[in-house]
Nanobody
Framework: QVQLVESGGGLVQAGGSLRLSCAAS????????MSWYRQAPGKQRELVAS???????NYADSVKGRFTISRDNDKNTVYLQMNSLKPEDTAVYYC??????????WGQGTQVTVSS
């Protein structure tokens, strides 16, 4: 069984920064894709950023240049550095991992609130 533990959400003023972390625990396995999604009230869940095992990353247009996704393969941890935050970034952020060997898993979500 794979467990994902997220941390780092909170309340921040517009223009501020937050760093989200998601650590995957369980037996040793290779995680092929690590991603962050978000869901704002009344909206569908959307992909924010994703990084593959070869460290190639992609971003939603709305966060390009402001957010950076990274991963520590030794710790099975993915990070999302969020800078220049805007009120429209307010959402619950979910960690998502996919392993060819273990399948797909979601984190429990962490709230990010950006005040204007």
């Amino acid at each position: 069984q794979v467990q994902l533990v997220e941390s780092g959400g909170g309340l921040v003023q517009a223009g501020g920064s937050l760093r989200l972390s998601c650590a995957a625990s369980g037996s040793t396995f290779t995680i092929n894709v690590m991603s962050w999604y978000r869901q704002a009230p009344g909206k569908q869940r959307e992909l924010v950023a994703s990084i593959r095992s070869l460290d190639s990353a992609n971003y939603a247009d709305s966060v390009k240049g402001r957010f950076t996704i990274s991963r520590d393969n030794d710790k099975n941890t993915v990070y999302l550095q969020m800078n220049s935050l805007k009120p429209e970034d307010t959402a619950v952020y979910y960690c998502y991992v996919y392993s060819i060997a273990r399948g797909a898993y979601w984190g429990q979500g962490t709230q990010v609130t950006v005040s204007s």
